[in-house]
């Protein structure tokens, strides 16, 4: 494993020290994404985060810290913890695009949200798609898959909202979306990478069919404000 790889192990506070420093809350020794792009938080020492925690959570109710479990204050409560595998590829896929892909602009940006609410609301906000670049399929003028960019590093991109409208799964999509995205990320010589939660068996085979690998489990956990204080 490479020095740089091991950022990996932080993935929200290298993305907010790195290429998306302009997106961050810096308390500095724990760095938030504004809440109207992502509600992900990430520190380096577990010492003094309690405050700034309950000072983030003022800009919004329900968040997510991504590693190791932090300390926060009674007013919050932990939701849950998601356990996720992180994966990652050194590889493009040789995989044929057979879908006709399109780059998603300002122009979608209401069809994406309204696709997304599906599956995806606790973690795509209004502006998740102004973190990087965004794909989506459409049929009959619908969008009916999508698939894009989140957490950016230096030398990582991450993968995210890997999502199929219910009445169009089977049909290819999500792995048509991954593919691209993953051969759009080395265009731009970085690495690709993703997270899913440990339970979803069927997306973490279709990753494996794009050639990703395991790289670690990691812990989402979602904090919420405490009704009882």
């Not at 961050?24 to 992502?38: R, V």
């Not at 968040?63 to 932990?78: A, H, R």
Request: charged share 20%; glycine share 6%.
């Amino acid at each position: 494993m490479t020095l740089n790889e091991k950022k990996l192990d932080n993935p929200v506070w290298y993305s907010l020290s790195e290429t998306h420093k302009g997106f961050a809350i810096d308390f500095d020794n724990i760095k938030f994404y504004h809440p109207d792009y992502c509600p992900f938080g990430g520190f380096m020492e577990i010492e003094n985060i309690s405050n700034p925690i309950s000072e983030y959570s003022e800009l919004t109710d329900n968040f997510f810290t991504v590693g190791q479990k932090p300390n926060f204050s009674n007013n919050l409560k932990l939701k849950n913890e998601l356990v996720c595998l992180q994966m990652l590829t050194h590889h493009k896929t040789d995989l044929n695009i057979e879908e006709d892909i399109v780059a998603l602009g300002e122009e979608h940006m209401n069809d994406l949200l309204e696709l997304v609410k599906i599956a995806y609301p606790e973690y795509f906000k209004k502006k998740t798609s102004s973190l990087g670049n965004y794909y989506g399929i459409f049929k009959n003028n619908q969008l009916v898959a999508v698939t894009g960019e989140r957490m950016k590093m230096n030398e990582y991109v991450e993968i995210s909202a890997v999502i199929t409208h219910p009445n169009n799964t089977g049909n290819g999509y999500a792995k048509q979306l991954a593919a691209h995205a993953v051969k759009n990320i080395f265009n731009q010589k970085k690495t690709p990478y993703l997270h899913v939660a440990e339970t979803n068996v069927g997306a973490i085979k279709l990753y494996i069919k794009l050639g990703f690998q395991t790289r670690r489990k990691i812990s989402f956990w979602n904090i919420t404000k405490n009704p009882t204080v």
